[in-house]
């Protein structure tokens, strides 16, 4: 009987040693490309969801693609609640800017984590359009508050907003294959 859970015990051990190397792998990958980022926030960032324990890659980019959307998600409803109390209109202007560019983020994020994880390659590469597309919403913010020379009230949200959705991209990317060299004829 003792060997048998003994067994299953060095299972269970050798198991979960595989699926932290692959958080940590992919985290290590991430932080070599993107050094300003780091591999402690990409591990804690993952961490933030259970489910990253036990993903295999492509898992882990479909987490990352869930974390960035509940990210966008939270200051779509922090641009909401600004735009409410604005006075100013121009500045309610800007604000809508934020709030169509975020809920666009929302939308292409989902949809990016739902083409990772159909597993396959015009998916994989439909899930880096959607994500780069989603990348773009932290500058757009920005743009639209710095081309009037106002202070962006959301410059926080959209510089961790930007970090998740490096991250989701960076992952997803990684599962892509690589395009293939032209054909050339004699």
Same mark, same amino acid.
């Given at each position: 009987m003792r060997a048998p859970l003994t067994y299953v015990f060095f299972l269970l051990l050798i198991s979960s040693t595989c699926e932290s190397s692959t958080l940590e792998g992919t985290c290590k990958s991430f932080a070599a490309g993107h050094p300003s980022i780091g $591999?402690? $926030?990409?591990?804690?960032t993952f961490r933030a969801d259970n489910?990253? /324990? !036990?993903? #295999?890659? @492509?898992g882990l980019a479909a987490i990352a693609a869930r974390i960035a959307a509940a990210a966008a998600n939270? !200051?779509?409803g922090r641009i909401a609640a600004l735009r409410a109390s604005e006075? #100013?209109?121009?500045? @309610? *202007?800007?604000l809508g800017v934020c709030a169509e560019v975020y809920s666009d983020a929302v939308d292409q %994020?989902? &949809?990016?984590?739902e083409d990772i994880a159909r597993g396959e390659d015009r998916s994989t590469r439909d899930a880096l359009? *959607? %994500?780069?597309?989603? =990348? #773009?919403a932290p500058g757009t913010c920005e743009d639209a508050?710095? &081309?009037?020379?106002? !202070?962006?009230? =959301? /410059?926080a949200e959209d510089? &961790?907003? @930007?970090?998740l959705a490096t991250i989701a991209l960076a992952v997803a990317a990684s599962l892509a294959p690589p395009p293939s060299a032209p054909r050339i004829s004699d």
């Open positions: $591999y402690s $926030y990409c591990v804690r489910s990253s /324990a !036990t993903a #295999d890659a @492509r939270s !200051t779509a006075e #100013d209109a121009r500045r @309610r *202007q800007r %994020l989902g &949809e990016a984590a359009a *959607q %994500l780069s597309a989603a =990348l #773009d508050f710095g &081309e009037a020379d106002d !202070t962006s009230p =959301l /410059a510089a &961790e907003f @930007r970090k």
